[in-house]
């Protein structure tokens, strides 16, 4: 595994990449890599000769009472993890090389953007789709995985690829779970145990919700508001939103129609650490 700092080499050495015909797979990351991060390199090994794995913690999607500086940096161990799963190059830019001097353009996709993650935290999918949108440049992936977990970063990023006519592939990956259901992400490592085993109840709910549109159940807003309750009751934690959108639009979903996909987003606050979790499923 070679591990780069500089854009303009990572650049280089991917269109070389890409002249002798390899095809490349690109995950973006912030670091802390848990075994959700692994299961992306993996899909991304699967589906491409040659992996990148980015890791750069962009300062551009915190907000400024958010957790940017304490957030977890373990780079050697990130380095020894990203070797042992199969990745060929570790892109590890500081801010300065992605944001250099001067650096003044932003990318903001609206509509997808505007509702739950965007209206809780401002600014944060401008930050997400203008790092992605350096990254895919940089790295010049044929495919590009993303976790299913950050399910409206996901939807951001495959309409600002399909906006900017950028030629890549996205994949989508399935969450990885923890033993209690609750879905594994970097920031768990701020929950304590008890609230490790509590989270589970967040992805029980969810799939109870599952099962009542499955039973014939279309009232999305009271569903949603039961999911709330439930998760609340079990957990002890607080809502931030339960909400259903349309799987293909992003869009608030008050209704079911049979035959359509739609996708329940939960974000919530377990003390002061905020979790986000999400499930499709088809009416
Ligand atoms: O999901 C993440 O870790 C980040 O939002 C991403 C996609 C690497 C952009 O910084």
Redesign the pocket.
């Known amino acids: 595994m070679q591990t780069l700092t500089d854009p303009v080499e990572m650049q280089t050495i991917s269109e070389k990449l890409r002249l002798g015909r390899q095809l490349i797979g690109v995950v973006?990351?912030?670091g802390a890599l848990h075994e959700g991060h692994i299961s992306l390199i993996k899909l991304a090994r699967k589906e491409a000769g040659t992996v990148i794995l980015?890791i750069?913690v962009?300062p551009t999607?915190f907000g400024p009472n958010e957790d940017f500086h304490r957030y977890p940096r373990p780079f050697e161990q990130d380095a020894a993890l990203a070797r042992s799963a199969g990745v060929d190059y570790l892109f590890a830019p500081e801010a300065g090389a992605i944001y250099p001097e001067g650096f003044s353009t932003a990318v903001s996709c609206s509509g997808i953007s505007d509702l739950f993650e965007g209206e809780k935290r401002p600014g944060h999918f401008s930050g997400?789709a203008t790092?992605?949108t350096k990254l895919l440049q940089i790295t010049r992936p044929h495919i590009a995985v993303?976790?299913e977990k950050?399910a409206q970063?996901l939807a951001v990023i495959r309409r600002l690829v399909s906006d900017l006519n950028i030629a890549v592939k996205v994949v989508a990956a399935p969450t990885m779970r923890e033993q209690s259901g609750l879905a594994v992400s970097s920031r768990n490592i701020y929950l304590t145990a008890e609230q490790r085993e509590s989270a589970g109840a967040i992805w029980r709910a969810l799939q109870h919700a599952g099962e009542r549109i499955a039973a014939g159940e279309t009232g999305l807003t009271a569903l949603a508001e039961a999911t709330s309750t439930m998760i609340a009751g079990e957990s002890g934690f607080t809502i931030d939103y339960v909400a259903f959108v349309d799987e293909e639009t992003f869009m608030p979903a008050e209704r079911a129609v049979k035959g359509r996909s739609y996708r329940i987003l939960a974000a919530v606050f377990a003390g002061s650490v905020r979790l986000i979790d999400n499930a499709c499923f088809v009416a």
Do not use: C, E, K, Y
């Open positions: 973006m990351t912030m980015t750069f962009n999607q997400v790092v992605v993303f976790g950050d970063q």
